[in-house]
């Protein structure tokens, strides 16, 4: 395996071969230390990866779930228009509540705007949006001709502000101000701990066994269906993010007994900062696949410690796990044995493993676009990680303690008692879960994809919407496992049923007799292209 791989990694110059050999491990635990991969760095111009820009973590991930605040985009229409809605983050409200989800806001930059500065149009634009829609808050995202010709989106934000008496919030998050969307999660959670969270008014929670989902985007669905149970366990959720999320409740998250963190790459900064003020710890959890969701359910209950909670986990276990397994066995037939490539963002290229192992499938190859060597390799890397440029790049918010609110949450100990038995503040990352010879690749692109599909031959490959044709074409079925390709939810022990049936749908199509995978047609062409292009 590791020769085919050098093989072609050959016709890449010789530069490029190092730097992308680095973002490729392959899984061997028999090592005396663990296997380190690059990550977060600058993808090779020329190169064609799956990965975004800083602008659309920021607002398109963090702040656009967010539903009754108006998300405007200060820059050209098209990086709106491509952000409108494939995401598939849901959101719903009950009658007379704002919800603007349904909504792209775009100050639609010209030419003249770029020559002559865009700021009096984006002003005019925030009051016709606040006049018109009554949001609870206005963002103002950058897009990158913004910081190019220097327009003060930050100016136009506090006049405004000061204008409407509503928070009105501005994001540097041109694209270019990172390697990937990943700083632009970073520059949304920085302003949304400033300004948001914690800003609301009440003190104790309205509920007990009060938590927040962090990182859950309600794709498909996902956050309902993790709700759905959780509510019915007896947990009172006092906000989401950002899925399905609202100012209203996120002003008030201080007041959670506990964090959960679902997606570690985009929101640790928040949970991190959260703990740091208000003494919240957090809690790493995966609701996706059937035996997670049971090892997060327990995880929670296990820091609460109460019998009575504990009794309610098991009793919805039981139930809800019997409302599935019979089923899952079925699908499980037809998909057994079979291998697949899990490449996502910055946490479903982990997540997805489980979900797959439990209908038959071994992940083969994983990798994430845009996570950092803690999402691959643990959080225990994260003193050992090195900040080049582009990091130093992004503002690194500190917090204090907030005396009036900072809290003792669970007696030292207790802590003690259960912090090595749950994951508390903690992420193992990745790679531990990978079975040997196994590989893991960092910003996977488009040329290694065809040329790991050749020596791999995987049965379906879970990505996005940048390869997922490429993939069809090479007669191999491809599951979008961002926007999830129209369905969800995936999350929780229903959503772990829908994967199953959509994924055993994908194997079953007629449609890939209708083709021939080009290995199988003629020999494969072999070529190498040398520095300098000589
Ligand atoms: Fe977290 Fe996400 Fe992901 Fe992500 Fe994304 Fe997404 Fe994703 Mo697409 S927040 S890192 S920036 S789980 S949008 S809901 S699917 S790449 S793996
Ligand atoms: C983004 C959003 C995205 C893109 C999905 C894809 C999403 O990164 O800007 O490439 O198929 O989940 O919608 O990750």
Redesign the pocket.
Known sequence: RKKELEKFLDAYPAKTKKNRRSHIVVRDSSLEEQQIIEANTRTIPGVITNR?CAY??CK???LGPIKDMAHIVHGPIGCSYYAWGT?R?KAKTKDGEVNLINYAFSSDMQESDVVFGGDKKLAAMVDEIVETFKPKAVTISATCPVGLIGDDIGAVAKAAEAKHGIPVMSFSCEGYKGVS??AG?HIANNVLMQRVIGSGEIEEAEGKYAINIL?E?N?GGDSWEIERVLKDIGYHVVSVMTGDGSYETLKNAHTAELNLV??????NYIAEMLEEKYGTPWLKVNFIGVQSTIESLRNMATYFGDPALTQKTEEVIARELAAVESKLEQFKKICDGKTAFCF??????H?YQGLFKEIGIDTVLAG????HRDDYEGREVIPDIKLDADSKNIEEIKVSKDEKRYKIRILKERLDQIKDKIPLSYYGGMIKDMPDGSIMVDDLNHYETEEFIKILKPDILAS?IKDKYVIQKMGIPSKQ???YDYSGPYAGFRGALKFAEDITMGFTSPTWNYITPPWKQKPILDGTVTEGGK
């Open positions: 975004g659309a973590g398109g991930v963090v995401r983050n969307q990943s999660h990182g985007y794709i679902q997606c570690h790459r985009s929101i996502v963002g910055g946490s479903r290229g997540h994430y676009e845009f996570a996005g496992l961002h926007s």
